[in-house]
């Protein structure tokens, strides 16, 4: 049984780790032109912009997520999906998009089972999840593969916009929009009607203060 250590990043090293990760599973999966500096890193990759969070076993990362916060430059998923995004805006609703989602291919296939793998998702989504609380953030959207639609809508995610589009930035590859309401109805319905969505969102939170400042503060699970 393994400690995965999860953590914000604090440091730009720290950060190009993670966007090296990223930038190796997303070459893989032909998503992305090949670059000499072998991260993937765009403009919204600043610290007024988004915020990133890695997994770690023996200090080696495994898995990271960011977590764009809206701004005047917008979001990534802008670029197909402003309508429906504006529709929230207009709305008063405080938005946020995970993005560069990627888990260590060589390690999770050759060390981990799937539901391990799964974990360590599911653990990257309980911490973004309660930076939105910390941060009062009513919306987390994202792009998916359709092929990964019902996982995310057992989580409450919810469709954004209709019909499957084609993402340049991806290399064209086939994307569904997707988003999730974060208020007092979710936390009454997930207990209600999923429990065991209830327990991953609700259930051993993280403490807040590891989201702040300098805190070198870490999130820890057994795997």
Known sequence: M??????????EKELNRALNLAYLEYRRKKFIKASNEKIY??????????????????????????????SESGLPMDSLYKKELDDLRKKGKKISEISQLAFDNETTKSSFEEI?????????FKLMFHYCLYRGI????????PLHKIFYEHLFFKDL?????KYPA???APAIAKYLTINKQLKKIAAEKKPAVYKIFYKNKPN??????????????KI
Request: aromatic content about 8%.
């Open 2 to 11: 393994s400690n995965i250590i999860f953590s914000l990043v604090k440091s």
């Open 116 to 124: 391990k793998t799964i974990n360590l998702l599911l653990t990257l």
């Open 170 to 172: 991806m290399n064209g």
């Open 161 to 165: 916009g209709k019909g499957l589009k």
């Open 41 to 70: 890193k765009t403009s919204f990759n600043t610290p007024s912009k988004s915020v990133t969070f890695v997994a770690k076993n023996n200090n080696k990362v495994i898995a990271t997520a960011s977590l764009i916060i809206d």
């Open 138 to 145: 009513n919306n987390i959207c994202i792009c998916v593969n």
């Open 208 to 221: 807040y203060k590891m989201f702040g400042g300098k805190s070198r503060l870490t999130f820890k699970i």
